[in-house]
């Protein structure tokens, strides 16, 4: 059973930036896209972009376009998403998800990390 | 882009009921729709993939139907450990991206 572990939760200043690390456990990325998926306090789900880990491409929503960078290294099975420039409305549980049977499904989730931007 | 409305944003009912929730999509996505249960401080759990196919593990009375623009999410049976807000969610290709629903808070009466 995969499971993606996030690393933990990040306290930063506005105008700085945050890179969170998701690392596959008991499977790997294999051929799947890993998504990144943020929730704001009490707001609902906003997909943030995905990566293709074997073909080393990325997409990105076009809100966040030219602050937001996805990667992964295939080799440890670890993706990562980082975000500049930040502001005080990217405050929100950060969430990564990968893919799965379903053509368009994120079957597996981290279990999130708090992004909290404070002055 | 395509847009999705889900309906109703919010929801009461008794244990057994039978509950639905409905996602319209502005535009042909055929089967492309999955469905999601988040519970207060956890992440997503996928319930539903491809419109109608139950995720392994996922409890029976969980379903799904639709294709096209129209789609319903239906509990039959409600049971107290379902109390969460549900998110249907589709993805393009051009540009690629993932939309979600506006989610549908369930609680019991």
């Known amino acids: 059973q995969v499971q993606l572990v996030q690393s933990g939760a990040e306290v930063r200043k506005p105008g700085s930036s945050v890179r969170i690390s998701c690392k596959a456990s008991?499977?790997?990325?294999?051929?799947?896209?890993v998504s990144w998926v943020r929730q704001a306090p009490g707001q609902g789900l906003e997909w943030m972009g995905r990566t293709i880990p074997f073909l080393g491409v990325a997409d990105y929503a076009q809100k966040l376009q030219g602050r937001v960078t996805i990667t992964a290294d295939k080799s440890t099975n670890t993706a990562y998403m980082e975000l500049s420039s930040l502001r005080s409305d990217d405050t929100a549980v950060y969430y990564c998800?990968?893919?799965?049977?379903?053509?368009?499904?994120?079957?597996?989730w981290g279990q999130g990390t708090l992004v909290s931007v404070s002055s | 882009d395509i847009q999705m409305t889900q309906s109703p944003s919010s929801l009461s009912a008794s244990v057994g009921d039978r509950v639905t929730i409905t996602c319209q999509a502005s535009q042909d996505i055929n089967n492309y729709l999955n469905w999601y249960q988040q519970k207060p401080g956890k992440a997503p759990k996928l319930l539903i993939y491809d419109a109608s196919n139950l995720e392994t593990g996922v409890p029976s009375r969980f379903s799904g139907s639709g294709s096209g623009t129209d789609f319903t999410f239906t509990i039959s049976g409600l049971q107290p450990e379902d109390v969460a807000t549900y998110y249907c969610q589709q993805s393009d290709n051009f540009p690629p991206r993932i939309t979600f629903g506006q989610g549908t808070r369930l609680d019991i009466k």
């Open positions: 998800a990968r893919g799965g049977r379903g053509a368009t499904a994120l079957h597996y």
């Open positions: 008991g499977g790997t990325f294999g051929t799947y896209t």
